[in-house]
Each structure stands twice: as structure tokens, then as C-alpha cells.
């Protein structure tokens, strides 16, 4: 008879998988994660006293940041940048936008800095398209 105990062997803990499920985790959520539509571009809206309105279930979305760059709201919502300056190019992005309606809400979107003509040329071009209902986006003055 063999009475001597058997040897115990040293407990192990791997840290591997545990590892590896964090890893997992990090990317999950950083997958999941949403992000601001008004993080891509950065534009200080003038104040003015008003109303909020309701929005339509389709709008057009054109952004001007402080330079005069145009930015215009695709399907997916997110601001894409013109290719170029020019009123043509400007043109058949709202045609495009706007599909066969001239009723959509068309909002301009500009920066307190935006040099003034380039919100007259969106504001000209949207009228020879015939854009009827054009509004123009500010943030609420403090206090009003």
C-alpha cells in the first residue's frame, strides 16, 4: 500500500482569456457607438429669440462654416462637404437633396463668421430652384 500523498500541482490563473474578452468588450462599444452629427463640423450659430419648430420628416440640411464651405445633409444625415465653391456644383447638390419637391423645409446652417456672400449665393440659388420654405438655424439667445 502507497499511503504518500500525491503531489498537488501549483494553481495557474491565465489571464488570457480574460484578456481577450476585454479586448472584445473595448470593441464592441467602441463599435456601438454613436457620434455627434455636429462634431464633423464646427460652427457657432448666431442668437436670436424664437420659436423651435417642428421639423418635417425630410429636410435639407446646408451647412456654411466660417470659411463659406458648404456642407449638405445626405440620406444618412451626416454633413457631406461640396466639392467645390462653385454655384453649378451648389446647384446639383440641392437638385439632388430635393429630389422632384420644392416644399421641403430647407434650412441654412451658418457659422456667426460666415462671410456674407456665400449665404447670399444658397440664398439665391435655393430661389432659382424654387425653394419656398427656407429657414435659417440660430441657437437661443440666453435669457430670451
Not at 15 to 21: F, Q, S, Y
Not at 83 to 93: E, F, G, M, Y
Request: proline share 5%.
Amino acid at each position: 500500500m502507497n499511503f504518500s500523498r500525491k503531489k498537488r500541482q501549483p494553481l495557474e490563473i491565465t489571464l488570457t482569456p480574460m484578456i481577450d474578452v476585454v479586448f472584445l468588450l473595448l470593441i464592441f462599444f467602441m463599435v456601438t457607438t454613436t457620434f455627434n452629427q455636429q462634431s464633423a463640423i464646427k460652427i457657432s450659430l448666431p442668437e436670436a429669440q424664437g420659436e423651435e419648430t417642428l421639423l418635417d420628416e425630410k429636410i435639407i440640411m446646408l451647412t456654411i462654416n466660417a470659411d463659406g464651405i458648404y456642407f449638405i445633409s445626405g440620406d444618412d444625415d451626416l454633413p457631406h462637404q461640396l466639392v467645390n465653391q462653385k454655384i453649378d456644383t451648389l446647384k446639383r447638390a440641392l437638385m439632388q437633396a430635393a429630389g422632384n419637391s420644392r416644399q421641403i423645409p430647407f434650412i441654412i446652417s451658418a457659422d456667426g463668421k460666415t462671410p456674407h456672400q456665400a449665404v447670399i449665393t444658397v440664398l439665391d440659388v435655393a430661389s432659382q430652384l424654387g425653394f419656398t420654405r427656407i429657414t435659417f438655424a440660430t441657437k437661443k439667445a440666453p435669457g430670451g
